[in-house]
């Protein structure tokens, strides 16, 4: 009971500020698509051309391995 008058008062006080904002000629959409919006503020992960080999090496197999070294480090 007392969840629901919470909810129905914030409501009102959101509507009251709805209509602020449209009487002084703001969009409360555009006002969201320009800070808020969770899904507008991530950012891209940009994608890069990978690195060229800095180490080889040939591993108990036989099979020739490379890496650049950054990030997991090769097994000798």
Do not use: C, F, W
């Amino acid at each position: 009971m007392k969840e629901r008058k919470e909810r129905k008062e914030r409501k009102v006080k959101l509507d009251a500020i709805r209509e602020k904002l449209l009487a002084d000629g703001i969009d409360p959409q555009e006002l969201l698509g320009n800070y808020g919006s969770s899904s507008a503020s991530k950012k891209q992960k940009s994608s890069r051309n990978p690195r060229p080999a800095k180490y080889k090496y040939t591993d108990e197999n036989g099979n020739e391995k490379a890496g650049q070294g950054r990030g997991v480090h090769l097994k000798q």
